[in-house]
């Protein structure tokens, strides 16, 4: 999953960058509301963790413009206002979730996932296409019959491949879905988990076809 943390305290930011990577979690990190608005509109991420205190405004605005543009990325509020008017303020908003700092971590990844389950069960949990089974929430691929193990990332593209076959998608579009912004990597690093995923898809229905100049795209028979 990729996240966008928007959090101003540097060293909780790196702590929490830190256990979400341990999870295998790819995490985009905003100091301000502006990078923030940045990011998420030239990124896509799976759940967005929002402090409230910013240097440059509310983190509340923030929430109000993205569930104003239909937005419906889950986002958990990371606040330390305790009052139940505040955290009432903040659902009717849009968030999702919050946690009040300080926090235990393994609180925060729990929020995480439960979040992630109730967005994932608004959708079809198990994708089916040909004789391709894939579960995004439990990480398991089964070519015909056969359960095939895959890393993180390779995990991350099948479910983008699968989820639009027949649609093209270009080398940095991957690359954006598969890297966090500050990782120093080229469009050929999408090559690898190509050539990987090809490997685990070896003698399904299911092919890789790659458009050159365009990116890659998945096709059934």
Do not use: W
Request: hydrophobic residues 40%.
């Amino acid at each position: 999953m990729k996240f966008l943390l928007v959090e101003d305290n540097l060293e909780l930011a790196n702590a929490v960058c830190a256990r979400m990577a341990m999870d295998g979690h790819i995490v985009d990190h905003a100091g301000k509301i502006g990078d923030a608005i940045a990011f998420s509109e030239t990124g896509d991420y799976d759940l967005i963790l929002l402090d409230i205190m910013l240097p440059d405004g509310d983190g509340r605005s923030f929430l109000k413009q993205h569930r104003e543009q239909k937005q419906d990325t889950p986002v958990i509020v990371l606040t330390a206002r305790s009052q139940v008017s505040d955290r009432i303020s903040m659902l009717d908003l849009g968030a999702d979730d919050y946690v009040t700092k300080p926090f235990d971590h393994e609180e925060l990844q729990a929020r995480c996932r439960a979040v992630l389950r109730r967005q994932a069960g608004k959708a079809q949990t198990v994708l089916q296409l040909g004789d391709v089974s894939f579960d995004p929430v439990a990480g398991l691929l089964t070519v015909a019959g056969s359960a095939r193990n895959l890393r993180n990332r390779e995990l991350r593209l099948l479910e983008l491949l699968i989820n639009a076959p027949g649609q093209i998608f270009p080398k940095h579009k991957l690359v954006d879905r598969l890297f966090s912004y500050d990782e120093d990597v080229s469009e050929n690093a999408v090559e690898v988990y190509i050539a990987r995923l090809r490997k685990h898809l070896e003698g399904s229905e299911l092919k890789i076809s790659t458009h050159r100049g365009l990116g890659y795209r998945l096709d059934h028979g």
